[in-house]
């Protein structure tokens, strides 16, 4: 089983900035896909950046150049740096862990919102 905690949201100011955390525990598989989703209401949940194990980073366009994905493998982390946020970036943050050929995980969700 795999448990996957998020920290580090909250209500930001326009332009403001936030780091997300998501500390994963439990069996993990070493080769693994780690991404940041988020979801506002009304809309579906959708990718917002990812990372592989070893290091391949891939991003929305919408966050392209203001938003940086990385993990600390020995801790079994992945961060998101947000910056310029905007208030399109409100939403519920999700951080999901895929095995490939496995499976996936997800987090409970942590609330970023942004004031304008």
Do not use: H
């Amino acid at each position: 089983q795999v448990q996957l905690v998020e920290s580090g949201g909250g209500l930001v100011q326009a332009g403001g900035s936030l780091r997300l955390s998501c500390a994963a525990s439990g069996s993990i598989f070493s080769i693994n896909y780690m991404g940041w989703y988020r979801q506002a209401p009304g809309n579906q949940r959708e990718l917002v950046a990812g990372i592989t194990s070893d290091g391949s980073t891939n991003y929305a366009d919408s966050v392209k150049g203001r938003f940086t994905i990385s993990r600390d493998n020995a801790k079994n982390t992945v961060y998101l740096q947000m910056n310029s946020l905007k208030p399109e970036d409100t939403a519920n943050y999700y951080c999901n862990l895929y095995f490939y050929g496995v499976g996936d995980y997800w987090g409970q969700g942590t609330q970023v919102t942004v004031s304008s």
